[in-house]
């Protein structure tokens, strides 16, 4: 399902980082964008600089993800919404925090896929983009954002078993770095935040991911990309770690 003008897609997390640079590369290639976010001032900047059509939505309102689905017939998802509170310890993490995280990143991205899916089974197109990351992948020390992501990788490979025969594709990204505003959502104290968030080296920008979704949902039909890392030149994952324990 190469891109066509007729074309219907579906952006959530739209107000900023990867989700708006998504909106921004799909319009440019002409595709009608619905762009779903939380913070109306934003959406509102959005649609007048790009045209897309906006809707003030929180993911974890099923009602209205459910009427979304049911009104609008969306041949593009990237289901990108998602954030990462608690992501230093899983030990200190609050209640709160934890079904936040799982809240959105995954209940709720689950929600909007079955919110869209009857619809393209039933015209017999359709592409789901699933946004991950690299901790779904690799170990790191966020174990509930990875656990998360983990969820989403898992969900991106089984889908793909569960559509075969009806025309749809899934695709997974999995991002590193990127320069976002994740970590002002993810981090309460304003020094581990400047910290945290100063990974000192060139990341990748939201217009990089963003160029690589259109790349993926540009792809001729016959090609699935069923998953895609894109990562800074320096930044890897992997190897080993040896941590010696002291007791207190």
Not at 127 to 148: D, E, K, T
Not at 151 to 157: E, P, V
Not at 208 to 220: C, K, N, R, T
Request: proline residues 5%; negative net charge; glycine residues 8%.
């Amino acid at each position: 399902m190469s891109l066509s003008p007729n074309d219907v897609a579906l952006v959530t997390g739209a107000s900023s980082g990867i989700g708006e640079a998504t909106v921004v590369a799909l319009r440019d290639r002409g595709i009608q964008v619905h762009a779903a976010a939380r913070r109306g001032d934003r959406l509102r900047d959005l649609a007048q600089r790009t045209g897309c059509i906006p809707h003030r939505l929180d993911v974890r309102d099923r009602a209205a993800v459910t009427r979304l689905g049911e009104t609008v017939p969306v041949d593009i998802l990237v289901n990108n919404a998602g954030l990462g509170r608690a992501i230093g310890s899983l030990s200190s993490a609050g209640i709160d925090d934890i079904e936040t995280t799982i809240d959105t990143n995954v209940t709720s991205a689950i929600h909007v896929i079955r919110a869209v899916l009857p619809g393209m089974v039933e015209r017999g197109r359709g592409h789901i983009v699933n946004m991950s990351s690299v901790l779904a992948l690799y170990p790191a020390p966020a174990a509930l954002y990875g656990a998360s992501k983990a969820a989403i990788h898992m969900l991106s490979r089984d889908l793909r078993q569960e559509l075969q025969g009806t025309g749809i594709r899934v695709s997974e990204i999995n991002p590193g770095r990127v320069s976002t505003e994740f970590y002002d959502v993810a981090i309460d104290d304003p020094d581990e935040r400047a910290r945290t968030a100063d990974s000192g080296i060139d990341e990748v920008r939201p217009a990089d991911v963003a160029d690589w979704i259109v790349h993926v949902v540009d792809a001729p039909w016959r090609v699935n990309i069923s998953q895609l890392e894109i990562v800074p030149t320096e930044q890897s994952y992997g190897g080993s770690q040896f941590v010696p324990f002291r007791p207190r």
